[in-house]
């Protein structure tokens, strides 16, 4: 009897635990949504008023990089926690989406890899840098985005989570936008060169 009483505290973490768990999640998902549309509301603030420019953030000290990175790192944290907390609530039930989701997961984080690898983490994070054209950004101007839009279609599939395919779909709007912003800036910043490496690789495939 003794050793059927021992593990009574243990369950009662557990259920404590799993208690927290369901109160969390509604909270995390709040956050992650509120997140993406701070995001994205700054980002089509740019496109429509080119001289308010939160992306991408003139230095490193700046507001609007503080701004932007903070939120993505909230983003980024809560879309990866409510895949654990929401696993398996959509219709999506089935073995198969397990291999296809991981395998569009892992494609698109070596996508990103490549491309954050080959322009260095500085240019990856909006910063002003030398203008890359060789490598796999001979192929799209924008890899990083497509990788980063494959992970997530990824990682939506094999959670199978309704929360995650919704903070999912607001940073995949973003990384789809975020050129149009960039493209001025860019133009401005390196002008023929850029120009012309505009005419021979397309902006995403």
Do not use: C
């Amino acid at each position: 009897m003794e050793e059927v009483y021992s593990h009574y505290p243990n369950l009662f973490s557990i259920a404590i635990i799993l208690k927290k768990e369901k109160k969390m999640k509604p909270i995390i998902f709040w956050l992650t949504v509120s997140s993406d549309l701070l995001l994205l509301s700054s980002l089509i603030g740019t496109l429509v008023i080119p001289k308010f420019r939160a992306w991408p953030p003139p230095y490193q000290n700046s507001w609007q990089f503080y701004y932007n990175w903070t939120l993505f790192i909230i983003a980024f944290l809560g879309i990866f926690l409510l895949g654990i907390y929401d696993w398996n609530s959509f219709i999506l039930n089935h073995w198969f989406r397990l291999i296809i989701g991981g395998i569009l997961l892992i494609s698109g984080f070596f996508l990103a890899f490549w491309a954050v690898k080959a322009i260095s983490i500085h240019d990856s994070l909006g910063l002003e840098g030398e203008l890359i054209t060789k490598g796999v950004y001979n192929y799209s101007r924008n890899p990083e985005y497509i990788g980063d839009l494959i992970l997530f279609l990824g990682y939506s599939l094999l959670t199978n989570s309704w929360m995650v395919m919704i903070t999912d779909t607001g940073l995949a709007l973003w990384f789809f936008l975020a050129p149009f912003t960039e493209e001025p800036w860019l133009q401005e910043r390196y002008g023929e060169e850029y120009e012309k490496y505009i005419e021979q690789v397309p902006r995403f495939m």
